[in-house]
């Protein structure tokens, strides 16, 4: 198991997944957020949305918007919905997928 240069909790299961930072060969940069997993019906990936709130100083009232992330799923982590975990950015791996799940948070 390699260093990914995040301090997060290493997953207890091995993978033989090529995309995996942690027994791969990805490489994580950029940001790292901290979502919600809305969709895990894909193959090997899901859908993580992040919920922000804003003020709205005219109203005096907030807004809450929200972003939706494609991630890959490596094969030593398992997600399912509503689970809360946290992302890392890396290089494309698919058309829409720019982030890998690098940690299940505990809620």
Do not use: W
């Amino acid at each position: 198991m390699k260093n990914i240069g995040i301090s997060v909790a290493p997953p207890e299961a091995e993978c033989t997944d090529a995309k995996c930072p942690f027994h791969g060969t990805l490489s994580v940069r950029g940001q790292v957020i901290e979502g919600t997993v809305e969709s895990s019906a894909m193959k090997g990936s899901a859908v993580v949305t992040r919920e922000r709130r804003r003020r709205i100083p005219k109203y005096e009232r907030y807004e809450t918007r929200f972003s939706k992330y494609h991630a890959h799923v490596p094969g030593c982590i398992t997600v399912s919905k509503g689970d809360r975990v946290r992302i890392a950015e890396c290089r494309k791996l698919a058309k829409t997928i720019s982030f890998v799940i690098i940690e299940k948070v505990k809620q």
